[in-house]
C-alpha cells in the first residue's frame, strides 16, 4: 500500500490498538496503515478479527484477548512483541457499554464495564509503558468519553469507567514525563455499530437535534484525531482529555433563527 497519509513522522511507527476489529478501532487500524504505520491489533471477537485480518492485508497481525483479563492481555503484548518488534503508540481503545437506569444495573453488568473499560486501559498501558520504557519514547492514547466528563442518565457504570480513564490519563502523563506523552480522546455521539445496537432510528434522530454541528461523528472523525495525536505536530501535547463532539459539551444548544 502507498503511503497517503500527511504525519509522515508515522511512518514506520509500531503501534497496536485494542477494540481495533471494529468501530473507532478498525477506522484508527486503517488511518495508521494509511500513515505508513505497522500496526497490529487486539479484540475479543475472534470472528470480527478474523475478518478484518483476511480483508485487510496490510495489517502485521492481530490477537484475540479479553483486556480486562490480566494474564490474557501478558500473553497478547508476548505475541505484539513477535509481530511488531518493538512498540512506540499504543491506542487503548476497548470498550463496552450498556443503556440501563441506575437501579436495574446488577453488580455483575458494573464489574464487566469496569473490567474492560478501564482495568483494560490499566493492563494495556502497563504492558505498553515497560516496553516504550526501555527506549524512553513512546505515545498512548486512551479512547474515554464525553461521558466521563459529564453526566448521562442511563449510563452511571460507562460514566464512571470513562471519567477514570481520563484520570488515569493524566496521572501517567505526570508519571512518565517528559519521555511519554498520555492524552485521552473524548468522543461524544459517534455512529458506530455499538451505537446502532443501543439506539433506534428514532432516537438517534433526537440526540443529533441537540448535537450543534447535528450528526454524529463518523469512526473516521475520531481515527482523524488519533493519528494527529500520535503525530510529532502534538508533541506539546500531554495530559488532557480532548473531545471530539460536534459542540456538545459546548454548553445547552438551542437551534437559532437566522
Not at 57 to 83: C, M, Q, R, W, Y
Not at 173 to 200: D, H, S
Request: hydrophobic letters at 45%; aromatic letters at 8%.
Amino acid at each position: 500500500m502507498v503511503n497517503v497519509g500527511i504525519y509522515k513522522n508515522l511512518e514506520g511507527k509500531r503501534v497496536v490498538i485494542t477494540g481495533g476489529a471494529s468501530g473507532i478501532g478498525l477506522a484508527t487500524a486503517k488511518r495508521f496503515i494509511d500513515e505508513g504505520a505497522k500496526v497490529a491489533i487486539i479484540d475479543w471477537n475472534q470472528e470480527e478479527l478474523d475478518k478484518v485480518l483476511t480483508n485487510i492485508p496490510e495489517l502485521k497481525g492481530g490477537v484475540h484477548a479479553d483486556v480486562s483479563n490480566p494474564d490474557a492481555i501478558k500473553t497478547a503484548f508476548k505475541k505484539i512483541d513477535e509481530i511488531l518488534e518493538g512498540l512506540d503508540i499504543l491506542i487503548s481503545n476497548a470498550g463496552i457499554s450498556f443503556r440501563k437506569p441506575f437501579l436495574k444495573i446488577e453488580y455483575e453488568q458494573w464489574s464487566k464495564v469496569l473490567r474492560v473499560n478501564l482495568d483494560g486501559m490499566f493492563l494495556c498501558a502497563k504492558e505498553a509503558i515497560t516496553r516504550m520504557k526501555k527506549q524512553r519514547s513512546g505515545v498512548v492514547l486512551f479512547t474515554a468519553s464525553t461521558n466521563g466528563i459529564k453526566g448521562h442518565p442511563f449510563y452511571a457504570d460507562y460514566n464512571s469507567s470513562k471519567a477514570g480513564v481520563i484520570l488515569l490519563t493524566k496521572s501517567l502523563a505526570l508519571e512518565f514525563a517528559p519521555w511519554l506523552r498520555v492524552n485521552a480522546i473524548c468522543p461524544g455521539y459517534v455512529l458506530t455499530p455499538m451505537q446502532k445496537a443501543e439506539y433506534t432510528p428514532e432516537m438517534l434522530k433526537v440526540v443529533n437535534s441537540k448535537i450543534p454541528l447535528n450528526r454524529h461523528a463518523e469512526p473516521e472523525e475520531v481515527a482523524n484525531l488519533f493519528a494527529f495525536l500520535a503525530s510529532s505536530e502534538a508533541a506539546y501535547i500531554t495530559g488532557q482529555a480532548i473531545a471530539i463532539d460536534g459542540g456538545e459539551t459546548a454548553g445547552p444548544f438551542t437551534p437559532m433563527d437566522e
